[in-house]
């Protein structure tokens, strides 16, 4: 059963190119996809290809260029106000950064029981227990300790897990997680991409999960969404990308080495051989040709490849194949 279809997806932001001039930055440029219920989706790419930006768009949290958005079947593309509320309460995300995604002056009660207000979702001692519930659910225990607690008086990782449980607190039935473990100190990603993967399964929720980090996305999904210039390139099972990969670029990301310079290596990036992705200046012909080992003159840098079923539920954008 489908959950979400994305049709047609582009994003294309205005940016100032001069003192008079803007030019449009295409992060995002039709992209078409479409979740499972219960499904976990992983988008990997590399910064700047635009997974955020597709995540926020699925969220109908940012304006789209052009196409479609079906969420449980109904084309919620330009709804508004109350029907768009009640999306919302639906689809939910888990930001990357945890100091800055929760609000310092708030306890963590407060925290938590403030979508349930929004939304109207309960109140009074049932919101109490829908929090400590929530709390119990990312192993925030003692609950009632946690509950009292200001933000200030948590490890980054106990943040992201308050991070998660403000997101699942409505019961949402899907939800994105944009890098959710990147600012998360390193002991401790493991564990709270474990506990995600587990609420994920017990309550059946349709994950979008976002990271740079392609080993991290083989362990989380079921499927896997190759990402460049705000395009899918790859798309398939975890098996099919990671350990068949097609695309020059996928095997390119996944024999990237980690940055050399330690000052640049924030959360631990990889980079991959020649220039990275600008969306404001799109290649002719396939978008990934000037960096591709495989180039082939008058063909790659000619005709965009589209995304083309090789073998069953294994897709991939490449003339190669
Ligand atoms: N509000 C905006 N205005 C203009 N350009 C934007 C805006 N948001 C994103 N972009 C541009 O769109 C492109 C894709 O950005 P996006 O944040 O979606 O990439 P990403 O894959 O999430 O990268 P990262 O791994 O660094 O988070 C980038 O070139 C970015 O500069
Ligand atoms: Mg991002």
Known sequence: M??????????HFQVRKGLFKTTPSKAVDGVSLSMNKGETLAVVGESGSGKTTLGRASLRLLKLTSGRIFFDGVDVTDLKDKELQRLRKRAQAIFQDPYSSINPFMSIREVLMEPLAIHKAAEGKEAEERVYKALADVKLTPEEEFAAKYPHMLSGGQRQRVGIARALILNPDYVVADEPVSMVDASSRAEILHLMRSLQQKYGITFLYITHDIASAKFFSDRIAVMYLGRIVELGSPNDVVKDPLHPYTQALIQAVPEPDPANRLHERKVI?????TPTNIPKGCRFHPRCPSFMKSKCDVIDPSLAEVKPGHYVSCHLY
Do not use: D
């Open 273 to 277: 051989p020649g220039e990275p992705p």
């Open 2 to 11: 489908e959950l979400l279809k994305l049709e047609n997806l582009s994003v």
